[in-house]
């Protein structure tokens, strides 16, 4: 029996990698269907050899895991890094800020990557790290043209396993490939086992970095976004909000029209970034708009 982590699961095969011996595909045992448990890219899993030759095994035991995200499916993230360039395309912030409301929902700490520094002024630069440093969140500049930030950047992955995400065009994929230069080797070995391109398809996987190091490559980016929570909830999603929590007039409050609002009063005096502030309150209307069904 060995232990080993799924980084992708395609028509019911899973592949498994072992540190040290490498990837197993394995079919799942049935027990699992009959519990309705579904194996999930990033689970920890014990599996028998069938074939050590050829690398087959069956997974007999899923591992109980510390998170999971429904979009995409995956298991047992320790953080994220999420991607955006400081400019070509200029960063979205609105959907950066989603993305970080998404991210705290599940307790999962993120690291924001700004790459393309190569083309940013200066004070392109200070404006972000003031804006996410400010709001509580670590933030790194990057550009994989030159190589800067690259070596921090993977320094923070180390141990751990790590969800890449970002829109198209910041530069995620050089990103991907700066730190693990072997990436698309390690995806034409799964390519190989299951007899197809490997851009056939578009599914969540995990790299292997080092030893207990992964990155896990998550599409389909723009769609993370989810406001099936109550209003009340949003402001708990804003870490620079936390430490008013307690200091406005009424105990519901939820910085919008609210008289005697601390965090109003810390936007007023410049503590608060004002872009932040109106993010939260485009969400905030949607929730208060959206549908009931």
Do not use: W
Not at 63 to 84: H, K, Y
Not at 112 to 130: G, H, M
Not at 182 to 193: L, Y
């Amino acid at each position: 029996m060995m232990q080993g982590k799924i980084i992708k699961g395609i028509a019911g095969f899973y592949y498994v990698h072992v540190v040290h011996s490498g990837i197993y595909e394995c079919k799942a045992k049935g027990i699992f269907r009959s519990k309705k448990i579904k194996p999930l890219v990033g689970d920890n899993v014990k599996i028998d050899i069938i074939d050590e030759t050829n690398h087959i095994g069956n997974i007999i035991e899923i591992t109980e895991r510390t998170n999971e995200l429904i979009r995409p499916a995956v298991a047992n993230i320790n953080q994220s890094l999420v991607v955006f360039a400081v400019m070509k395309p200029n960063p979205n912030i609105n959907l950066l800020d989603r993305f970080l409301v998404m991210m705290e929902r599940q307790n999962i700490p993120v690291i924001i990557c700004f790459n393309k520094t190569d083309l940013a002024e200066e004070d392109d630069i200070i404006s972000l790290k003031n804006i996410y440093v400010n709001a509580g969140y670590h933030v790194i500049f990057t550009s994989t043209i030159n190589g800067n930030g690259v070596e921090d950047v993977k320094r923070m992955l180390m141990g751990k396993t790590t969800a890449l995400a970002g829109p198209s065009g910041v530069g995620k994929s050089s990103m991907l490939n700066a730190i693990i230069p072997d990436a698309n080797s390690q995806t034409g070995v799964i390519s190989e086992k299951i007899g197809r391109g490997k851009n056939t398809t578009r599914h969540t996987e995990i790299f292997n970095l080092e030893d207990d190091t992964y990155i896990m490559d998550t599409p389909g980016f723009t769609s993370l976004y989810s406001n099936d929570f109550e209003k009340e909830c949003l402001k708990e999603y804003f870490p620079e909000f936390r430490e008013y929590e307690g200091k406005c007039r009424f105990s519901g409050c939820v910085h919008e029209n609210e008289p005697d609002c601390a965090v109003k009063e810390a936007l007023n005096n410049g503590i608060i970034n004002k872009s932040r502030y109106d993010n939260y309150l485009i969400m905030l209307d949607e929730i208060k708009n959206r549908k009931k069904y």
